[in-house]
């Protein structure tokens, strides 16, 4: 049986670390509304619809904080999952204010709760710059456990930049499915390219919303989620997404590495007005783990 529905909203839940914690051990995810501040939001959707801008992907004639495409431009063909070629990543990954957004205290705050210590925001951060018609396919069904690898008790921030209402592909989350283990993966189209198997026997009730700036769902390493289908004509959808986890647990590598290595932090970091943020996970004292290929590896069959 396949549902879907609104997902709940837990603002109520933010000063109750042990009623959040009981709710995300019963669900697998939690939802806050309006939880970081939308001008920040705003300011960076800015500066990345301006990147999107300066490789001729506007369409003429919009207003540029509309986000909408120009199907017939040249260049945009996607890498990595995140909807744009290398060059333009990188022009989006040096933002300053993209990795600080993954830094804002309200955030490490709700993650503090519920790992009740301190908090390590990954320095592997994404964005996504979805843009319909050109490959990017829906995001399939999948857990993040199997690409961030490491603890398992690391969690997914999936934060729109800007609204996101359901006809744009936002992220959906089935309820539950935190607790069905690793699941066995086909390979398919989209970000990842990895979809999960489930046995028929399994309920797949989703969770999905109309997200509006400032939104910020939260969910554990084995929940499964996905992206709605953009339905829109050529609207791109911008997203983020960061991971957290105690510092105390094992992470992989990869975790403090630039987002499939689209620049070394140095040039990541070159024109940056602080140097608060930069390699600041060196701090602490990480217990790292290899890569194990075998969790991305197709079933066969
Ligand atoms: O935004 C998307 O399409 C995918 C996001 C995702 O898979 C994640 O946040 O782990």
């Keep these: 049986m396949t549902t879907s529905a609104e997902i709940q909203v837990h603002n109520a839940l933010l000063d109750d670390p042990q009623a959040m914690r009981r709710q995300m051990a019963t669900d697998g995810f939690l939802f806050f509304r309006g ?9 960076l959707r800015r500066k ?14 919009t207003e540029l904080m509309a ?13 990595c999952g995140v909807g744009v070629p290398p060059e333009a ?15 804002n205290p309200a955030v490490v705050d709700m993650l503090g709760q519920l790992f009740d210590e301190s908090v390590l925001v990954h320095a592997l951060k994404i964005a996504r710059l979805m843009i319909p018609a050109k490959g990017n396919a829906p995001t399939p069904a999948h857990q993040d456990h199997i690409f961030i690898q490491g603890s398992k008790t690391v969690y997914t921030c999936w934060i729109p930049l800007g609204d996101c209402p359901r006809e744009l592909g936002g992220l959906s989350v089935l309820r539950g499915s935190h607790r069905l283990g690793v699941l066995p993966v086909r390979a398919a189209e989209g970000a990842g390219g990895r979809h999960v198997i489930f046995s028929d026997d399994v309920p797949q009730e989703w969770f999905e919303t109309d997200f509006q700036v400032g939104d910020v769902l939260v969910f554990h390493s084995l929940t499964v989620h996905k992206s709605i289908p953009n339905r829109t004509e050529n609207q791109i959808r911008l997203s983020a997404d960061f991971r957290y986890q105690p510092p105390s647990l094992p992470i992989e590598t990869k975790s403090i590495t630039p987002h499939c290595n689209v620049l070394p932090w140095e040039e990541i970091y070159a024109g940056w007005e602080s140097k608060d943020l930069q390699y600041y996970w060196e701090q602490y004292d990480l217990d790292f783990q290899e890569h194990d290929d075998s969790l991305v590896a197709v079933q066969e069959g």
């Excluded at 939880?35 to 300011?43: C, G, N, R, S, T």
């Excluded at 990345?48 to 004639?61: F, H, R, T």
């Excluded at 022009?91 to 993954?102: C, G, K, T, Y």
């Design 35 to 43: 939880l970081l501040p939308a001008d920040e939001i705003v300011a």
């Design 48 to 61: 990345i619809l301006e990147v999107c801008d300066s490789y001729g992907w506007i369409a003429p004639g």
């Design 67 to 79: 986000g909408i495409a120009d199907p017939s431009a040249d260049g945009m063909e996607p890498f």
């Design 89 to 103: 990543y990188g022009d989006v990954q040096r933002l300053e204010s993209f990795h600080r957004l993954a830094h």
